[in-house]
């Protein structure tokens, strides 16, 4: 399509709000699935949620009806003028305390903005940024997390299957990893984005249905950014281990961009580039994502207390 794709009306969206309260408490089970999904030791996340289990789940909505795309989340039903899919583009976390399976949480959301952008392909779309807020059932906080979704048209139909060249390339460039932490290496399996997709109630499409992907630009099913968030908070609090030795870290902070898609069957590397001292009770790590020599996912990284 052509120009004019941000309408009035979607302009006159922005500050809408949304608010929802869970219909159960977050869970055990919840707990313990997640942290199967991604990887993590399912024995050290029974106290605590890990930590990015509220950003990413859809249980918290409460909604029983996927959308047309399958999707249980928060969505705000934009009157976009052609149909879109939606792609992640990156998040900003905040977390107050750790959520535990006995909360009620009640998440708050602001659409922030909305803006017009053009691709290397010439056609437009769209970027929306919204904050949630996630509080307990005494209205506590408990997190906020700072989203950046891109809206782009769907292609009516795809003549051809797409090829992997068809990706979009990220920047050659891989910044060597920092001497003390070892990467992490991942392949992530269709089995487990749907491991994932189980996980957080989310049933996408565009994380199975390797049509409704190609109709969204991409060359197959494609990896839910925020399940490399997760990948990179793990990675993150296994690196405070090295740099910080004797401490127990706990984040406060996790911010990443979604550069590039993975798709099924890509490898993910997590590597850490560089480590500060804060204070002698937080240390910053500035990570990475990459697949093969292209960084699908930075800039990122992770802020963290450190105790006794």
Same mark, same amino acid.
């Given at each position: 399509?052509?120009?004019?794709?941000?309408?009035?009306?979607?302009?006159?969206?922005?500050?809408?709000?949304?608010?929802?309260?869970?219909?159960?408490?977050?869970?055990?089970?919840?707990?313990?699935?997640?942290?199967?999904?991604?990887?993590?030791?399912?024995?050290?996340? !029974?106290? %605590? $949620?890990? *930590? +990015?289990?509220?950003?990413?789940?859809?249980?918290?909505?409460?909604?029983?009806? &996927? @959308?047309? #795309?399958?999707?249980?989340?928060?969505?705000?039903?934009?009157?976009?003028?052609?149909?879109?899919?939606?792609?992640?583009?990156?998040?900003?976390?905040?977390?107050?305390?750790?959520?535990?399976?006995?909360?009620?949480?009640?998440?708050?959301?602001?659409?922030?903005?909305?803006?017009?952008?053009?691709?290397?392909?010439?056609?437009?779309?769209?970027?929306?940024?919204?904050?949630?807020?996630?509080?307990?059932?005494?209205?506590?906080?408990?997190?906020?997390?700072?989203?950046?979704?891109?809206?782009?048209?769907?292609?009516?139909?795809? !003549?051809? %299957? $797409?090829? *992997? +060249?068809?990706?979009?390339?990220?920047?050659?460039?891989?910044?060597?990893?920092? &001497? @003390?932490? #070892?990467?992490?290496?991942?392949?992530?399996?269709?089995?487990?984005?749907?491991?994932?997709?189980?996980?957080?109630?989310?049933?996408?499409?565009?994380?199975?249905?390797?049509?409704?992907?190609?109709?969204?630009?991409?060359?197959?099913?494609?990896?839910?950014?925020?399940?490399?968030?997760?990948?990179?908070?793990?990675?993150?609090?296994?690196?405070?281990?090295?740099?910080?030795?004797?401490?127990?870290?706990?984040?406060?902070?996790?911010?990443?961009?979604?550069?590039?898609?993975?798709?099924?069957?890509?490898?993910?590397?997590?590597? !850490?580039?560089?480590?500060?001292?804060?204070?002698?009770?937080?240390?910053?790590?500035?990570?990475?994502?990459?697949?093969? @020599?292209?960084?699908?996912?930075?800039?990122?990284?992770?802020?963290?207390?450190?105790?006794?």
């Amino acid at each position: 399509m052509t120009g004019g794709f941000l309408t009035d009306e979607l302009r006159g969206c922005v500050g809408r709000t949304a608010s929802y309260t869970a219909p159960e408490p977050l869970g055990a089970g919840s707990l313990r699935y997640y942290a199967l999904a991604i990887g993590a030791d399912p024995g050290r996340w !029974v106290d %605590e $949620a890990p *930590p +990015t289990l509220i950003f990413d789940t859809c249980q918290l909505t409460g909604r029983s009806d &996927p @959308d047309g #795309a399958g999707y249980l989340g928060h969505a705000w039903e934009l009157p976009l003028p052609v149909p879109c899919a939606l792609i992640r583009g990156g998040n900003d976390y905040e977390l107050y305390r750790p959520a535990r399976a006995d909360d009620v949480i009640t998440t708050q959301w602001t659409l922030s903005s909305i803006d017009e952008r053009t691709g290397g392909d010439g056609a437009p779309f769209l970027v929306a940024t919204a904050e949630a807020r996630y509080s307990d059932a005494t209205g506590d906080p408990i997190a906020t997390n700072t989203e950046t979704n891109i809206l782009r048209p769907l292609q009516r139909e795809v !003549v051809t %299957e $797409a090829r *992997p +060249t068809d990706r979009p390339r990220a920047a050659p460039t891989v910044p060597p990893a920092h &001497p @003390d932490v #070892a990467d992490r290496v991942r392949p992530i399996t269709q089995l487990d984005m749907v491991a994932y997709g189980g996980a957080t109630w989310d049933w996408h499409r565009l994380h199975h249905d390797a049509a409704y992907a190609r109709r969204a630009g991409m060359a197959g099913p494609v990896v839910d950014g925020q399940m490399l968030g997760a990948l990179l908070a793990e990675h993150a609090l296994a690196a405070a281990v090295t740099v910080a030795p004797g401490r127990r870290a706990r984040l406060t902070r996790l911010w990443y961009r979604n550069r590039a898609p993975v798709l099924a069957g890509d490898t993910v590397t997590c590597r !850490v580039t560089a480590v500060a001292r804060e204070s002698a009770h937080s240390i910053r790590l500035e990570q990475i994502v990459t697949v093969g @020599d292209r960084v699908v996912v930075g800039p990122a990284g992770a802020e963290m207390q450190l105790h006794a």
